[in-house]
């Protein structure tokens, strides 16, 4: 858990559809979801990440 915590600024109109997306999904707040949302992002492998993974499955036989 971090010291010091952050802030980030989101425009009202952005803030808004957040919380109206939140309320509609379940989350327990707009942070969460933003937490949510910035996590998926930074496990999307780079394309020099995705090049490595399909070559070894390409070796295991999984890909063409």
């Known amino acids: 858990m ?3 915590k ?3 600024v ?3 109109e952005l803030w808004q559809r957040a919380q109206a ?3 509609k ?3 327990s707040s707009v942070e969460e979801f933003v937490i ?3 996590e998926k992002e930074l496990n ?3 394309a020099a990440d995705q090049e490595r993974i399909d070559e070894r499955l390409k070796g295991l036989g999984y890909l063409e």
């Open 36 to 38: 949510h949302c910035i």
């Open 6 to 8: 952050r802030k980030v």
């Open 44 to 46: 999307v492998p780079s």
């Open 25 to 27: 999904v379940g989350y």
């Open 10 to 12: 989101l425009e009202d």
């Open 21 to 23: 997306h939140v309320e």
């Open 2 to 4: 971090a010291l010091f």
